[in-house]
């Protein structure tokens, strides 16, 4: 039984794709979001830009939308893009002014609409709902939960929540008067997604992975066996290093330095259901380690990957990529990469 359970928990192993699309010929150099229509075309936000820019499946440039401002295509700060197949579009969606938008994969707004919230990382099962991450720091005493919008309404309800034992792991202090509060990349966070008819749910300083019904019924709590990474002090002076002179003094003081980094560090659902969950990067090799469950919580495969996909769809994993510009030492490019998995 156990020669069993070892031959199907194997090793996956990545293969590289067809695809290798050079992006920073159109001013991408890192992107919060990308998806691919089913038709090959691909979207990634430039946050930066403020833009979409859609590349044919060849990688060539369809079409930059977008562009700073309010008005109507504009964005303030988009953050997500996905691909609906239901209506055969990509909907953005703007964190600062609230706002949906609708466009066609050759680059044409369709519609629209602003929603009442302050949720995060939105996931859209249809046209009528979306499911949003909320999480506004523990020190003002609240907990982490994941809710679902009612489009047509704009009725809120929370289907999910994680209970914090105490105020989150977040460095918190007063200076000048002023409150200053930093998130460091060792304190944990929310992670969920969203399958073809489940959700999967995680705060990051668990391993239990809860999966729900889209009515937040919950069917179960996975507990997949996974790594814990310590926390070395390199790490925590190069963070150190990003803090403003200033305040230096105020976060050493408060800094919150626990011994390990989060259990798991982000949750992905690919096209096929089958979930991955990634564990924090470890510092000696630079990868992050990863398991694939089934719904129900059968292991399907362990590897590592040299950074979290962006995209997992078409039994490939999409990542963004630097290479060195050989006849400019001082210059890179980058490229949206395909990888082909297997296991």
């Not at 050079?22 to 936000?45: C, K, N």
């Not at 200076?175 to 998130?183: A, E, F, K, S």
Request: aromatic share 10%.
């Amino acid at each position: 039984m156990l020669l069993l359970m070892f031959f199907l928990c194997s090793e996956v192993e990545f293969t590289k794709g067809p695809g290798k699309w050079r992006v920073d010929q159109y001013g991408i150099y890192t992107a919060p979001a990308i998806d691919l229509a089913e038709s090959g075309e691909i979207a990634l936000i430039d946050r930066d830009g403020k833009e979409m820019v859609i590349l044919n499946p060849d990688g060539s440039l369809k079409k930059k939308v977008g562009g700073h401002g309010e008005g109507p295509g504009e964005f303030q700060s988009p953050v997500d893009v996905t691909w609906l197949e239901s209506e055969k579009v990509f909907v953005v969606f703007d964190q600062v002014s609230k706002r949906f938008s609708k466009w066609t994969a050759q680059g044409d707004l369709v519609k629209e609409y602003k929603i009442q919230t302050n949720g995060l990382w939105p996931r859209l099962p249809s046209s009528e709902r979306v499911f949003l991450s909320r999480f506004t720091g523990g020190q003002a005493g609240h907990n982490p939960r994941l809710e679902s919008l009612d489009l047509r309404t704009g009725e809120s309800t929370t289907l999910w929540t994680y209970e914090l034992q105490q105020n989150s792991a977040v460095t918190d202090g007063l200076h000048g008067g002023n409150r200053i509060t930093i998130i460091f990349s060792w304190d944990p966070d929310m992670s969920y997604d969203m399958g073809s008819n489940f959700l999967v749910a995680n705060w990051g300083s668990d391993n239990g992975i809860d999966v729900l019904a889209f009515d937040g019924r919950k069917q179960r709590t996975l507990r997949p066996r996974l790594k814990t990474q310590p926390l070395f002090q390199k790490l925590v002076d190069e963070e150190l290093e990003r803090v403003p002179p200033q305040y230096l003094d105020m976060v050493k003081a408060q800094m919150h330095q626990p011994e390990h980094l989060p259990i798991v560090t982000q949750l992905r659902v690919d096209d096929a259901d089958r979930i991955w969950v990634f564990e924090s990067e470890h510092q000696e090799t630079g990868k992050n380690g990863f398991v694939i469950l089934s719904p129900t919580g059968e292991e399907l495969g362990r590897g590592h990957i040299k950074s979290i996909p962006y995209q997992i769809k078409n039994q490939s994993v999409y990542l963004l990529e630097s290479e060195k510009n050989n006849e400019d030492p001082d210059d890179r490019f980058m490229y949206l990469s395909q990888f082909r998995f297997s296991f």
